[in-house]
């Protein structure tokens, strides 16, 4: 009894690592780098500008009206019928409050959620590259296999011809993303009819990633899965109020997808934070009742994407295309042989101003000598950090 007693004390505690290639993400990273080095961070997707005080007020007052015990599983129902209305106004889309909506802490937990629900180990997931960083790890550590397909540069159109020839038998879902992040792409009406091609027939899900819904420019369309009956059924539409409200420290959303396929999301929510928080929800049910908030946020953040891109033209960047979310890619290609990544952290330490190396949203590294910086910030901000890059030299 006594060598097996020693024997046991003598065994090692050992995990087997499900994310081994997994690190500390970008955005914690460089962020933590900016506050090094004090610089001015482009880098993470976050406002610095205040979120309306309407809203603040509104919670303070849900505080003091005694609303802080837990709130129902699936979301407020308060909320969830003001989700369905504000659906039903901008898509057109009949959506039931009880059992197609759930209220979630954030988009990104929406998104692993419905993965979580569907993969079983050996499901193939397509997804495409350059892509949101937590795609790909909440493939993995559900046992599925993370398969990328890499958007056309400079462009980042879809090549629907390369995913066609990526599915297999034992394709589970394919994860869209629009407005997308980090290129700021917007789907077209040939990129959903070519979804509606591929997905037809099969037992397919769709995971869609419409947190910046509202951060559209240009007069262009958000084409919601909403909108589409056909590929509704079979989706996981996730939605954030963060980036709707300016308020991406709230770390609240929602999901939508038909009754059936929500019971077996719902059946993981249960069991992981299983409700969110109440003030909160109490506060964006009646905020949600005027529209005029988000309605506008297009044209708020367009003028900001505009009067950054009007400042970078003093630079050597060169840009590309973005017509939506908090983000616009820039190009350093003939202004320095070093890497994305080497780049980025050479103009944090030396200009002062923080950006995010495209090429960690690929899985292989891909690099173009391309930047993601985010404009979602006050104008004082923007033309101080690119007051900074200019006396750097660039």
């Excluded at 630079?315 to 980025?344: I, R």
Aim: glycine share 6%; charged share 20%; proline share 5%.
């Amino acid at each position: 009894m006594e060598k097996a007693a020693r024997r046991f004390r003598m065994q090692e505690l050992f995990i087997h690592d499900k994310l081994p290639h997994v690190g500390t993400t970008i955005f914690t990273r460089m962020s933590a780098l900016a506050a090094q080095y004090k610089a001015i961070n482009l880098g993470q997707g976050f406002p610095d500008f205040p979120m309306d005080e309407q809203l603040v007020e509104l919670v303070c007052k849900a505080m003091r009206d005694g609303y802080n015990q837990y709130a129902h599983m699936n979301g407020l129902p308060a909320l969830r019928e003001s989700i369905a209305e504000k659906v039903a106004a901008g898509y057109k889309a009949n959506i039931n409050p009880d059992s197609e909506i759930t209220v979630t802490p954030g988009g990104t937990y929406a998104i692993f959620t419905a993965l979580t629900a569907i993969i079983q180990p050996g499901d193939e997931v397509i997804l495409f590259e350059p892509a949101y960083d937590s795609y790909l790890p909440n493939i993995e550590i559900n046992g599925g296999i993370a398969i990328p397909v890499a958007l056309s540069y400079p462009s980042y159109e879809i090549n629907w011809q390369e995913v066609k020839e990526k599915i297999t038998t034992r394709t589970k879902a394919i994860i869209i993303n629009s407005p997308h992040n980090p290129t700021g792409k917007v789907l077209q009406d040939v990129d959903i009819e070519a979804l509606r091609n591929i997905v037809t027939g099969t037992g397919i899900f769709i995971i869609s990633d419409e947190v910046y819904e509202h951060l559209i420019f240009d007069g262009q369309t958000h084409r919601s899965m909403l909108c589409y009956p056909d590929l509704l059924e079979r989706s996981f539409v996730c939605f954030s109020f963060g980036k709707t409200y300016h308020c991406t420290g709230w770390k609240m959303g929602y999901c939508i997808a038909p009754a059936k396929l929500m019971g077996y999301f719902r059946k993981v929510h249960q069991f992981n934070c299983f409700t969110c928080n109440s003030p909160v929800q109490v506060a964006l049910a009646e905020f949600l009742k005027h529209p005029d908030s988000y309605a506008s946020l297009g044209v708020f953040l367009q003028g900001k994407r505009d009067y950054f891109l009007m400042l970078m033209k003093q630079t050597a960047f060169k840009p590309l295309p973005s017509s939506g979310s908090y983000f616009q890619l820039y190009s350093f290609e003939g202004m320095s042989e070093s890497s994305e990544a080497d780049y980025a952290e050479a103009l944090t330490r030396e200009a002062g101003v923080a950006s995010i190396p495209v090429s960690a949203f690929y899985r292989d590294g891909t690099d173009h000598k391309v930047l993601r910086f985010c404009f979602a910030k006050k104008e004082s901000t923007l033309a101080a950090a690119v007051e900074r890059l200019k006396a750097y030299g660039i």
